[in-house]
Nanobody
Framework: QVQLVESGGGLVQAGGSLRLSCAPS????????MGWFRQAPGKERELVAV????????YYGDSVKGRFTISRDNAKNTMALRMSNLKPEDTAVYHC????????????????????WGQGTQVTVSS
């Protein structure tokens, strides 16, 4: 069953902004590391950003560093990705993901380490 649901994708011109949201269904993810990954046609799945369960740890992929911001609100059981200065190469399907944090304050950087995934939301950036 789908346990994460993304929203906020769409079409935006280069230089614009979008805010993606991820809302779990069926359970609380307050003690889970979470992240965003994206995949464009013909390309490998790519790390966008990840965040530890408390929100104190974040990590960004090189291609989005300084432009995107990941955040979470555990009280509301939501996670968000603020995307600014978007570029055509940001065009992809964006997926949110989660994995039980255990004793770790950090978050995995490898997609295969995540257990729960959303269906994805399309982001298209026009030039």
């Amino acid at each position: 069953q789908v346990q994460l649901v993304e929203s906020g994708g769409g079409l935006v011109q280069a230089g614009g902004s979008l805010r993606l949201s991820c809302a779990p269904s069926g359970r609380t993810f307050s003690r889970f590391a979470m992240g965003w990954f994206r995949q464009a046609p013909g390309k490998e799945r790519e790390l966008v950003a990840v965040i530890g369960w408390s929100g104190d740890y974040t990590y960004y992929g090189d291609s989005v560093k300084g432009r995107f911001t990941i955040s979470r609100d555990n009280a509301k059981n939501t996670m968000a990705l603020r995307m600014s200065n978007l570029k055509p190469e940001d065009t992809a399907v964006y997926h949110c993901a989660a994995v039980a944090a255990g004793s770790s304050w950090s978050a995995p950087k490898v997609a295969d380490n995540y257990d729960y995934w959303g269906q994805g939301t399309q982001v298209t950036v026009s030039s």
